[in-house]
């Protein structure tokens, strides 16, 4: 065994690698989880008073008669909150290096958390009222009277980024967002292309729409705010909310109940999250506020909606000879992780494959839409979706099949690893790492052959079948860093906590199999808290596909010190060199004296640190341990996708659907398989159904499920996975991140296999798919 195969094969234990059942799901499937709503009992209930016109200067706010209504106990304006700072600052900025080298330019935003004088939106909150109860709040809200003097509403991105355009907001003096340029290779005179395409591409916007809404609970005593939070990131949310009241962080502890889905949506600070907290403090009494489905659709921060204008120049074999995309991102009237998506978009617009030279330039631009945070993928599947449709159309005018044209220009085996020309966000350079990337297209293919739309077409006489493939790149794992922390408890039994907070996802399963394995335990002695910032004082949360990377690695790291900490108490206790003592099966033996001689078990260890035991002096075993990956790690994949056009609609049905995917370590296949599942669904809601649309005055038109359609079970087939494990040094598991490997190249696999089944004869370049566009063409081969 080579040193390389002897240190992956360290990496996965009895437990790690292993596809153990989900723990939490007895508790959530059972009806017994702890979400927000269920921690209530008690709290005056608060709702909002929203406003109801996108773009306005506030004339009047008129809170008497609701004052005056029965069971209200307060109405607040943005007035009323005593703010140090009355806007939450940007979530993520990128490392001066990567600014450099991409010119990347980003506007200070000052979005107001709870305005008095001007809104931006539909939804954009404006009074906190608060009562007895939910219902006496709704009727109460109904009395508050706000007068308007409208303003024209800028609902598309490209012309509010004309110089002409007026500023959404007065303290800047243009609406662009964020800007970046990337550009490497040259073009020099020798250099030829044989074919150059060019296109538009759109991709729409749509969201997150977890199964639970939102939702803040504050309980105020007299040295703190406690306040448990729906979301992905309490670190942050305990930071926005001390920047804006100017407490200190020992005034704020910020605590996750379970969680029904997050995806990004959660992965932001929202001004509820602030006002909740700041009029617990001011009113004395325990708030709450849950958010209900129409809140949700019009006021929850949205993804994706960005369009791209490209131009591929490739050779006459098809291999890319120059690569240039130009995209604009509509964040509406902000986002908090505006640098993140449009750096994102540039970087992962260059995909898996060998280009030799590109140009990509990004704009974001504020219009009077509703807010954007990321959305599972974050970029990604927006610069995907780009790049593979183009790939596709140099490959039908060049009489290739889109699998052969990504074959011709896919990174090998021998390729890899690959370096790019420009920093990461970290500021570390760009190299793609993994295995083989044309090899895990060959693997979707063997996954789902062409040949297979032969027998679906014979199932389905009503439909035209085609296939599609699409590849994709991801950086996973992103830091600076994570927290993890590890103890013995009094019992002999251990818990485990950190920094990312799970949203439904498998972290106290995955989390628990990392310990065990350090530890030497049985699984059963790990118990897996929820996030909170009394447990783990520091850290960044969960999204970005770096959970199992970073928290991971940082309780590994802390399971590790625990473990060492433990063998010399054990030695003490047994009175023998560090050096002879071993853990095995939980037994601390020393190898040294009389064979089968006794041993020292985690219960000792713990009772010897307790009050009168050999220990006291140094205390319970109790570890916190911070990881900090030098970059980020690199996965790539491939999907293959048929579909089904019903003959006479338009309509779309996916019919059968594979990924293969290069990942690391699975520290719980089942969960991953899971998670690129669960991925799959939601891009096929984007590609096919989803989009949050707005009026030409500005006002949503997807405000319930009548509108914003979701996929149900019948419109996702059975998703067939292969994971291609790559290892990677890049931190003590070798994972890899996964958990947006299902979403990103949807779109692009769908949109191909569309195409095919029409005998192109129809051009795909935006999402959702119109069914309106494709019974066009079918009627005209039909008149044909």
């Given at each position: 065994m080579t040193s390389t195969d002897a240190e992956a094969s360290s990496r996965v234990g009895p437990y790690v690698g292993r596809p153990v059942a989900r723990r939490e799901d007895e508790r959530l499937m059972s009806g017994r989880g702890r979400y927000l709503a269920d921690l209530a009992a008690g709290a005056l209930s608060v709702v909002f008073v929203r406003s109801a016109v996108p773009h306005a200067l506030i004339n009047t706010i008129d809170t008497s008669a609701a004052v005056g209504m029965p069971g209200v106990v307060g109405v607040y304006t943005g007035a009323d909150l005593g703010l140090v700072n009355d806007h939450i600052a940007e979530l993520h900025v990128p490392h001066p290096a990567f600014v450099d080298a991409t010119a990347f330019r980003m506007a200070e935003q000052r979005l107001?958390?709870?305005p008095t004088d001007r809104v931006h939106y539909v939804g954009q909150p404006l009074v906190a009222l608060i009562a007895v109860d939910r219902y006496t709040a709704e009727d109460a809200m109904e009395a508050v009277d706000i007068t308007y003097s409208p303003l024209a509403p800028c609902l598309d991105a490209d012309a509010a980024l004309r110089e002409d355009a007026t500023p959404i907001h007065r303290h800047l003096r243009d609406n662009e967002a964020a800007s970046i340029h990337i550009e490497f290779g040259g073009l020099t005179p020798d250099v030829t292309a044989d074919l150059t395409v060019e296109g538009t591409y759109r991709i729409g916007r749509h969201g997150a729409v977890p199964l639970e809404g939102r939702g803040v609970l504050a309980r105020v005593d007299a040295r703190r705010v406690s306040v448990w939070t729906s979301t992905q990131i309490p670190h942050m949310v305990r930071r926005g909310i001390c920047e804006a009241t100017g407490w200190a962080t020992e005034e704020v502890r910020v605590a996750v109940p379970d969680v029904g889905g997050g995806f990004g949506t959660k992965a932001n600070v929202y001004a509820e999250e602030i006002v909740i907290a700041a009029l617990a403090r001011r009113t004395g009494r325990d708030l709450v506020w849950v958010e209900d489905r129409q809140e949700h659709l019009v006021s929850a921060a949205q993804g994706r909606d960005q369009t791209h204008r490209t131009r591929l120049a490739v050779d006459g074999e098809g291999q890319i000879v120059h690569w240039a995309d130009d995209f604009t991102v509509d964040i509406g009237a902000g986002g908090l992780w505006v640098a993140g998506v449009v750096a994102n978009t540039a970087i992962h617009a260059l995909g898996p494959y060998r280009v030799p030279r590109a140009r990509i330039t990004g704009r974001a631009a504020f219009t009077n839409k509703t807010i954007t945070?990321?959305?599972r993928g974050a970029g990604r599947p927006e610069a995907c979706f780009a790049l593979e449709r183009s790939l596709d159309d140099a490959a039908r005018r060049l009489g290739l099949s889109g699998a052969e044209i990504r074959r011709r220009n896919l990174l090998t085996a021998e390729d890899l690893p690959y370096p790019r020309p420009l920093p990461y966000r970290d500021g570390v350079d760009v190299v793609f790492d993994g295995g083989d990337y044309a090899g895990c297209l060959e693997a979707a293919l063997e996954l789902l052959p062409v040949e297979e739309?032969?027998?679906?077409?014979?199932?389905?006489?009503?439909?035209?079948?085609?296939?599609?493939?699409?590849?994709?790149l991801e950086a996973t794992g992103r830091g600076p860093y994570e927290t993890g922390r590890v103890r013995l408890m009094s019992t002999g039994q251990f818990e485990v906590s950190s920094g990312a907070a799970?949203?439904?996802q498998a972290h106290e399963t995955a989390f628990a199999q990392v310990a065990a394995d350090a530890l030497r335990v049985d699984l059963a002695r790990v118990r897996v808290r929820q996030a909170d910032t009394d447990l783990v004082e520091h850290g960044i949360g969960t999204f970005a596909s770096r959970s199992a990377v970073l928290a991971g690695s940082a309780i590994r790291k802390a399971a590790d010190e625990v473990r060492t900490l433990a063998t010399a108490r054990a030695a003490e206790l047994l009175g023998a060199p560090v050096h002879a003592v071993e853990l095995n099966d939980g037994i601390f033996r020393s190898h040294i004296g009389e064979p089968g001689s006794g041993g020292v078990g985690w219960d000792d260890v713990a009772r010897a640190a307790a009050p009168g035991g050999a220990h006291e002096e140094l205390g319970p075993l109790d570890v916190t341990e911070v990881f900090r990956p030098q970059t980020v790690t690199w996965t790539m994949g491939a999907h293959a996708a048929v579909v089904g056009v019903h003959r006479r609609t338009g309509a779309?049905?996916?019919?059968?659907?594979?990924?293969?995917?290069?990942?690391?370590?699975e520290i719980n296949p089942q969960v991953v398989e899971g998670q690129v599942i669960g991925g799959v669904a939601q891009g096929i809601g984007g590609t096919l159904m989803e989009e949050f649309r707005y009026s030409p005055q500005g006002q949503p038109q997807s405000t319930t499920f009548a509108d914003y359609l979701l996929p149900s079970t019948c419109d996702v087939p059975e998703v067939r996975v292969r994971h291609l494990g790559v290892d990677t040094p890049g931190n003590p598991l070798g994972v890899r991140g996964a958990g947006e490997s299902g979403t990103i190249a949807v779109a692009a696999a769908v949109a191909a296999a569309v195409e095919h089944a029409l005998g192109d004869r129809v051009q795909v370049t935006e999402t959702p798919i119109s069914p309106a566009l494709l019974r066009t063409a079918l009627r005209q081969e039909q008149r044909a």
């Open positions: 107001a958390i709870m945070a990321q959305y739309i032969e027998a679906l077409q014979d199932d389905h006489p009503d439909l035209q079948v085609g296939h599609g493939v699409g590849c994709y799970s949203a439904g779309v049905r996916v019919l059968a659907y594979a990924v293969a995917h290069e990942g690391g370590v």
